[in-house]
């Protein structure tokens, strides 16, 4: 499989880092997840045709994780080029946004079929590809979407966006298990306060439990950006010695 970070960054403006966007390409296919503002531009910058794009994967209806789906359905209603059908998988309330949109939109209504499908603890298959995913909880009162993609006996983990508890820790101790790359939230530096993001003694804690061959810091808002979050994650790892990798925009690695 071939991931490339399209966004690694937040909500937080910073001129390097857009926000949230991956293509994982295999079996022929690509699988896009998350598609945060200016993600439409930048697979325009790779060459990708967002006319063909099949297969989105949204992991929680936060605008920095969700606008340019919208764009790209936007751009899907573009008559002089032929559409590709376009399946939706997110949490729950995507499909209501989406249809609020087409609904205020009236004219821009895309021309191919799309499918929305809500998930929460799912098993599905695209090609030879198979996605579980599994709830977590973002805040007490908002959940996200876990992804783990494999291929070949080979695995990705998207844990979206969330905050350290034991819940979240169980959790993620169990669905990821051993994937090759954790791709994980990694929001806030150590001095950082905040309770719906976690902080790098606590993605240690995560990384001890999953004990992935790599992990991926992303999500960065300046705090984590500008530190040492890689040796601030790495001197709080009890029993995890894997490659520990901090996310850049168009960043591209092969699992």
């Not at 209603?77 to 087409?102: D, E, S, V, W």
């Not at 590809?129 to 998207?158: A, D, E, P, Q, W």
């Not at 959790?171 to 939230?185: E, G, M, Q, V, W």
């Not at 979050?229 to 790495?234: E, G, K, P, Q, S």
Request: charged fraction near 25%; charge should be positive.
């Amino acid at each position: 499989m071939k991931i490339t970070v399209l966004g690694s960054g937040s909500n937080a403006p910073v001129r390097k880092r857009g926000m949230a966007g991956y293509i994982v390409e295999a079996d022929g296919k690509r699988l896009f997840v998350d598609m945060g503002p200016g993600c439409f531009y930048k697979l325009l910058k790779k060459g990708i045709k967002v006319e063909k794009i099949e297969n989105v994967f949204i992991t929680h209806c936060h605008w920095d994780h969700i606008c340019d789906l919208m764009t790209v359905l936007f751009s899907k209603a573009y008559h002089k080029l032929k559409q590709t059908p376009i399946n939706i998988y997110c949490p729950a309330g995507i499909k209501r946004i989406l249809g609020t949109m087409f609904e205020l939109s009236v004219l821009a209504t895309p021309k191919c079929k799309i499918k929305i499908t809500e998930l929460k603890k799912s098993e599905l298959k695209v090609g030879k590809i198979r996605i579980s995913t599994v709830s977590i909880l973002h805040s007490k009162k908002l959940n996200s979407i876990c992804y783990r993609i494999s291929f070949k006996g080979n695995s990705v983990v998207f844990t979206g966006d969330y905050y350290f508890c034991e819940k979240n820790l169980k959790t993620l101790s169990r669905f990821a298990k051993n994937c090759d790359l954790l791709i994980t939230d990694s929001s806030f530096g150590e001095r950082e306060k905040c309770n719906v993001h976690p902080r790098p003694r606590e993605t240690a804690k995560i990384l001890d439990a999953v004990m992935p061959k790599s992990v991926l810091l992303s999500h960065l808002f300046p705090s984590a950006a500008d530190s040492d979050l890689i040796n601030d994650v790495r001197k709080n790892c009890k029993e995890f010695n894997g490659k520990i990798i901090k996310a850049r925009d168009f960043m591209e690695m092969g699992v």
